[in-house]
């Protein structure tokens, strides 16, 4: 399995402000995405981050708010901009992991908006 | 239409009871997976099982147990004489080809708690 470390774990932040969320594997993957789970909500994928070109957003998520960065095959940045009460969620990196297709996860950033 | 259709919101037992967490889901792919995570009050999502379309034998490990019935489309997970630690939000998810298997389309999941 891979193991996906996550900074920060969670966050207070002001409203207006922005925070940049690390994801780091232990391995090198081909494909890594991020996901926001809203309270009490399932999980939504946001977009696909793309080593070396820009990440493919989904619908209803633009590049302006969630800035993604892929710099390597093991370590990604999500940057929540102009933060509002609504964008608190915990936001989750996942990982395509080895041959057998499985898809893990990191801990989670949990951000509150005040 | 949900493509991942997690009917139960809530289950509540008392420990030592069995549990089964239903899972319905839709696809036109012939290729596909199904995956359940659970997600302890902590946030993380932890990885239980993926399952191919190609593969119906049930699957057992220790407590756990899942059901996959391709014709009613539906990937059952039981837990058996279940424990306060199984106290979760457990979801089900569907990957298909059309994202090279690779991310997740979800239910909105199954809190189950468990008391002693």
């Known amino acids: 399995s891979a193991v996906i470390s996550q900074k920060p774990s969670r966050d207070i932040c002001q409203r207006g402000t922005s925070l940049t969320i690390q994801c780091q594997v232990d391995s090198q993957v081909t494909m890594m995405f991020w996901y926001r789970q809203q309270p009490g909500q399932s999980l939504t994928l946001i977009a696909t981050a793309n080593q070396g070109s820009e990440a493919t957003y989904e619908s209803g998520f633009v590049i302006d708010k969630f800035p993604i960065s892929r710099p390597n095959l093991t370590f990604s940045t999500l940057t929540v901009s102009n933060m509002s009460p609504e964008d608190s969620s915990i936001y989750l990196c996942?990982?395509?992991?080895?041959?057998?297709?499985?898809?893990?996860f990191g801990e989670g950033s949990w951000l509150t908006v005040v | 239409a949900q493509k991942v259709t997690q009917a139960q919101t809530e289950i509540s037992v008392v420990e030592k009871e069995d549990v089964t967490l239903d899972c319905v889901y839709e696809t036109r792919d012939t290729t596909y997976y199904l995956f359940w995570y659970k997600q302890p009050p902590s946030g993380e999502l932890v990885f239980l099982i993926r399952?191919?379309?190609?593969?119906?034998q049930n699957e057992i490990s220790g407590r756990y147990s899942w059901n996959f019935q391709k014709s009613t489309s539906s990937f059952n997970f039981t837990i058996t004489a279940s424990q306060v630690v199984d106290s979760a939000v457990y979801f089900c998810?569907?990957?298909?080809?059309?994202?090279?298997?690779?991310?997740?389309?979800f239910g909105k999941g199954t809190m189950l708690l468990v008391s002693p």
């Open positions: 399952r191919n379309s190609f593969d119906e």
């Open positions: 998810a569907l990957s298909e080809a059309n994202s090279g298997y690779s991310t997740l389309t």
């Open positions: 996942s990982v395509l992991h080895g041959g057998g297709n499985t898809i893990y």
